[in-house]
């Protein structure tokens, strides 16, 4: 697939949001921990994907009803859904210079479509060394899900089945889509929005 920038301006990949608070302590600290050794933006790339995957995880997984949204929140906590697992990935990497903006998959809840469905958040990075962007879904691996660090081959969380009307949406959008975050900020049960409040199309 052919991924469209939502804007030619690669700045507008590299600004401070309210959700991207790179600037934070607690955020900078941690860039300093990851990256003390690394200067090739390939290896900062992947070790900020592998930490967000590996170290932080998926409120779903662990069955928990906190809900986080600040990329500075959900490092404190070491948890949070796609949404704000995709904000802290942002973080991390906005803070290196690097470019990194948020794509989009419409997938079922569940297996099936009698499930319904909900829209999945995941990030792309341009690599200046290859002058291209990648995607990376910072989700989490469990059974059955296993993303992985990639330029050559995309190898994302979830496959789109298009059998089952599953969408995968090309624009890289420099901010966080407005119904994710409203949907983070106005739940207070992690596991109830997850079941039952997360929007279904961007």
Wanted: some cysteine; glycine content about 4%.
């Amino acid at each position: 697939m052919k991924l469209i920038c939502e804007t030619n301006t690669v700045q507008e990949y590299l600004l401070e949001l309210d959700e991207v608070d790179f600037s934070h302590p607690l955020i900078k600290d941690k860039v300093k921990e990851l990256f003390q050794n690394k200067i090739n933006e390939i290896e900062i790339i992947q070790t900020a994907f592998e930490f967000v995957r590996d170290q932080i995880s998926h409120s779903w997984d662990i069955q928990s009803t906190r809900i986080t949204n600040k990329a500075s929140e959900v490092l404190e906590y070491k948890e949070g859904i796609c949404y704000a697992k995709s904000n802290l990935l942002a973080a991390l990497l906005r803070c290196k210079g690097i470019p990194t903006g948020f794509c989009y998959q419409k997938l079922t809840v569940g297996s099936s479509p009698e499930s319904g469905y909900c829209v999945h958040c995941l990030n792309a990075v341009y690599i200046q060394s290859l002058e291209r962007w990648i995607r990376l879904d910072a989700r989490g691996n469990k059974e059955g899900v296993n993303a992985q660090f990639s330029f050559s081959e995309e190898k994302l969380a979830f496959p789109i089945r298009e059998q089952y009307s599953e969408i995968d949406y090309p624009i890289i959008f420099s901010k966080p889509n407005t119904k994710t975050i409203k949907t983070l900020k106005e739940n207070t049960n992690c596991i109830n929005m997850y079941l039952h409040k997360l929007p279904t199309e961007l």
